[in-house]
T-cell receptor
């Protein structure tokens, strides 16, 4: 069935570098992608909503220049954490609705980011 | 005000017993949907069950059922015959408005631990 493939599942990067996380929809067109951040033992926090071919809508308090989101195609959305700092270490997860199947919302497997 | 409230931060349940995870919601929109997700320690979000506000019957999916009490604005998840593999975080989420709105509002989650 349809899934969202998210990579990398785990990444360690040095402070000051950038890291890109990809979410690909398989077998369906992801016109919308939601990007979440999750702190340990906490709920999902919506960072931004991206729509294919347009600029992402960021939630209040989320730095647009730090968390760059690109949704250039119907099957790929990327989140780039720029100039990463240790406080950016977190679990990031994407989700996309399959609009053709009603209420189905698919999640990626998530990415554990550690900035050292 | 919290739109989704999960009052149980953690629960311990004996294996094979049934367990009820509480979820109350707050919305003035007559059209909404309620979701339950399971998140094991690996981080992936596993869809369990969905209830639409206009659905006449409580949703069921295998061992999962949703006790939907619309007047009380509650949507408790019931897991029958719990198994060790049910140990995970459980999140209740709501989508408000028309079906075209896929943005979810999340509860704080309940950590469920099944004891052998």
């Amino acid at each position: 069935g349809a899934v969202v493939s998210q990579h990398p599942s785990r990444v360690i990067c040095k402070s000051g570098t950038s890291v890109k996380i990809e979410c690909r929809s398989l077998d369906f067109q992801a016109t919308t992608m939601f990007w979440y951040r999750q702190f340990p033992k906490k709920s999902l926090m919506l960072m931004a909503t991206s729509n294919e071919g347009s600029k992402a809508t960021y939630e209040q308090g989320v730095e647009k220049d730090k968390f760059l989101i690109n949704h250039a195609s119907l099957t790929l959305s990327t989140l780039t954490v720029t100039s990463a700092h240790p406080e950016d270490s977190s679990f990031y997860i994407c989700s996309a609705p399959d609009r053709a199947s009603g209420n189905t919302i698919y999640f990626g497997e998530g990415s554990w980011l550690t900035v050292v | 005000a919290q739109k989704i409230t999960q009052t149980q931060p953690g629960m311990f349940v004996q294996e094979k017993e049934a367990v009820t995870l509480d979820c109350t919601y707050d919305t003035s929109d007559p059209s909404y949907g309620l979701f339950w997700y399971k998140q094991p320690s690996s981080g992936e979000m596993i869809f369990l069950i969905y209830q639409g506000s206009y659905d006449q019957q409580n949703a069921t999916e295998g061992r999962y059922s949703l006790n939907f009490q619309k007047a009380r604005k509650s949507a408790n998840l019931v897991i029958s015959a719990s198994q060790l593999g049910d140990s995970a975080m459980y999140f209740c989420a709501m989508r408000e408005g028309r079906d075209s709105n896929y943005q979810l509002i999340w509860g704080a989650g309940t950590k469920l631990i099944i004891k052998p």
